[in-house]
């Protein structure tokens, strides 16, 4: 083998630092600060800006890691789905073994910097949350039962509660609350998702809802969680992280969701391929809305009680 | 010794083809130093000081029980 041949070989495909970022899963990244963010602001108590922004840092850290150890444990069905195939692992920029090695190390210095930059219930938190998205749902619920997306939500649910374990030290029933409000929202997202990424998770034998039950039936579930979920969104507004604007904001929200909801109920298969499924897109892209809008009606909440307007003292 | 100098300066194929991954390692690195500084400047100047403010106190009020339990003694 020559020289040149060799340089040849290490020139193809030589991962970035973009693609080790790219492991982290950026976009759920996102979602995971802005909810932390919010569990620790609406809070009772302060805490050090600095610690603030640290503690923020090491629960992003923990989410990336948890995202870094899913693509390891995936990398098979991310090579056949056509949504996953450009991720790091798949185009061979990446090894699964580099991957699993940076998710752990990730994890263990996340948690272990997290409690020392706040509490040890945080860093609890965020350990019980690595190990259910990695271990519970990845490893274990994925693949297994059409239930998947439900209990594995709960891993996209922790965030705001790990924030607000970050500024009081425990849990309390806000905190619980923001967590069912993820938990209860992540199954019809995810399923408006699953009904237009149509062959994505059958290719990959994935047991999606729409893979095991059919698509009728997993209209009816968007609908019958999205019932369920009103409730939740809306009682929250009767708590300390709540208020006239949060409640205002819910009610309208709620409707427009469960509105769209109705609509992909009604609808069936032919209508959806005629109009390339429209409303499944929208739906999708008003939850991604609404979960928004909630979290920052609880942060307007807190800011505006600063100035005696929040809340409903 | 010139022979040896124009070897170090020499840049491999490899470091053009790893800059971005080793600049940002090194900045990921720089900042997670300040990070660690400032933490800890945070920590020893607002909680440390927050613990020794309620030791003095706790002090200050065992000492005036004390102090007050010998007054009684000596009336």
Redesign the interface.
Known sequence: MSDASI?SR??TG?????D?FALLKPRVMSLVVFTALVGLLAAPGSV?P??AF?AI?FIAIGGGASGALNMWWDADIDRIMRRTQSRPIPTGRITEGEAFAFGMFLAAFSVIMLG??SNYVAAGLLAFTIFFYVVIYTMWLKRWTPQNIVIGGAAGAFPPMIGWAVATGGVSVESVLMFTLIFMWTPPHFWALALFMKSDYRDAGVPMLTVTHGRKSTRLHIIVYTILLAPIAIGTGFTSIGGPLYLAASVLLNLAFLKGAWDIWRRDEAQADADSYRTEKRFFALSLLYLFAHFLAILAEKALAAYGLGGWA | MSAQKADIRVEHEIHRRRRSRNVGLGLVLGAFVFLIMGMTYVKLTTQNAERAEKIRAEEAAAQGTETSTTKEGSD
Do not use: C, K, R
């Open positions: 340089d290490l020139d030589e991962a970035q630092f973009g080790y050090h600095l610690l640290s840092l020392l930059a």
